[in-house]
């Protein structure tokens, strides 16, 4: 496992990940008296490994067809847009 690899990655996803509506979505649960925490941090943890093996899997994939340089290119405008459409629809 390569050491920077993987610091970049976490800390990138992890920063990202901080305050965002699943972190909001969880804490709610959590919030709940009557809730199993270890459950709710089971259930929570599995949906975001889930989410990253599709985000891996579909890299994985497209990167065989696309350059990379425009996936990144993509993904940028699409975070772009999601960020327009949210400051449109507050």
Do not use: C
Request: glycine share 8%.
């Amino acid at each position: 496992m390569e050491a920077k690899l993987f610091l970049t990655v976490f800390g990138t996803v992890f920063l990202a990940e901080l305050g965002d509506k699943t972190q909001l979505a969880t804490l709610l649960f959590a919030s709940k008296s009557s809730a199993s925490l270890l459950t709710i941090f089971v259930a929570a943890s599995a949906a975001l490994i889930s989410t990253t093996l599709i985000g891996v899997v579909a890299g994985g994939f497209l990167s065989h067809y696309l350059n990379p340089r425009y996936l990144s290119y993509a993904a940028g405008a699409a975070f772009v847009v999601i960020g327009l459409w949210t400051i449109w629809q507050a």
